[in-house]
């Protein structure tokens, strides 16, 4: 895509110093080298089992903590920390709305102050046109609701509305329909689709269901291990996956026309627990998972393989080393 991205990862790395179970420093590579960039009115889904690095990679993004190595880039500008400028061009949406809401103010209070908190007007007539966007009416009397008297839809659709105060170009959504009841979860889908299309928003919707992912995304990017493995348009992902870990993934997957359907992977029963971080595999980190594995994904990092369809995936299945190349 040639338009500049509105945010953009380039080749970020972060690691983290913890301490394992008998109190040894320790290096946690939770994201390495990643490249992901999100373009507005385009919707893309980071998609992976739990531990892979996703909220890592949002928050890298969200610019909650420094990137250990690459850079972040707002509208092709390498960011250098929150600012206020920043803030208002990008927002985190929760899994939990309780996390981005004030639970003892009305409704009205929690969107006053963050319309205030960016400099915009903070009306009554704000507050309703708020509202009115995530489809939140008769609004008035909404806002006049303490976050405790809403279903947890209509509570994530408030801290949506809340993100939208700022007037933001970009939302990250981190598994943002997870704790909703499943029959509302499509409406909430619905209502992020609507906001690409309306609103021409730049989103981000991390998920471990990819059949979500394939309902409401233009791209889908997976992740494995900490990197990123493969990506392109939804459709070739889902239709022609190219890594073996992906179609794991999709066959592992609930009912795909069920869109918005359970969002628990059944990767980790069929094959074992993902590798450690701390100390990862070497070559591809697929491979002790892999039944295609050959001696080259034990010991070498594959290359990025690119697709017709536009996508593309790490992996020796699809690559030709130089060596393997009749010579004619
Ligand atoms: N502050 C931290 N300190 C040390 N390790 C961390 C920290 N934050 C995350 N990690 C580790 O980084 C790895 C990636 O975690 P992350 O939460 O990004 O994965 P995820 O794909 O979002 O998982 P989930 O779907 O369960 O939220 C995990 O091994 C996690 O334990």
């Known amino acids: 895509m040639s338009e500049t991205p509105i945010l953009a990862a380039e080749d970020v790395t972060k690691h983290f110093h913890a301490r394992d179970g008998v109190g040894r420093h320790v290096t946690v590579r939770a994201v390495e080298n990643i490249t992901l960039r999100l373009h507005r009115g385009r919707i893309a889904a980071l998609v992976g089992e739990s531990g892979s690095g996703k909220t890592t990679l949002a928050r890298l993004l969200a610019q909650f903590y420094p990137v250990t190595s690459g850079e972040i880039r707002l509208r092709g500008e390498p960011v250098t920390g929150p600012d206020k400028r920043f803030a208002g061009e990008v927002q985190l949406v929760f899994q939990d709305p309780f996390a981005s809401l004030n639970s003892l103010r009305r409704v009205e209070h929690n969107l006053r102050r963050a319309l205030r908190l960016h400099a915009h007007p903070a009306a009554d007539e704000d507050v309703r046109e708020l509202l009115g966007k995530v489809n939140l009416t008769p609004e008035a009397e909404f806002a006049r609701k303490l976050p405790h008297e809403l279903s947890g839809g209509q509570r994530q659709r408030v801290a949506i ?3 939208l105060a700022v007037r933001p170009s970009v939302l990250l959504g981190d598994e943002p329909i997870s704790m909703l009841d499943v029959s509302i979860r499509l409406d909430v889908l619905n209502l992020l689709a609507r906001l690409r299309d309306e609103e021409g928003l730049a989103l981000l919707y991390i998920t471990h269901d990819i059949a ?3 309902y409401l995304s233009d791209d889908i990017f997976v992740m494995y291990a900490g990197q990123m493995i493969e990506g392109g348009p939804a459709e070739s992902v889902i239709q022609r996956p190219k890594h073996p870990y992906t179609r794991l993934l999709i066959d592992s997957s609930p009912d795909p026309e069920r869109a918005a359907g359970s ?8 094959l ?11 070559g591809c980190r697929f491979h002790p998972r892999c039944p295609f594995a050959k001696d080259e994904c034990r010991t070498e990092v594959p290359p990025r393989v690119e697709f017709p369809d536009g996508g593309w995936t790490t ?8 060596e393997d190349t009749p010579t004619p």
């Open 315 to 322: 992996c020796w299945l699809h690559a030709t080393r130089p």
């Open 272 to 282: 074992g627990e993902p590798p450690s971080l701390v100390d990862p595999p070497p």
């Open 263 to 270: 969002s628990a992977f059944t990767v980790g029963e069929k």
């Open 161 to 163: 509305a809340r993100a």
């Open 212 to 214: 979500s992912a394939r």
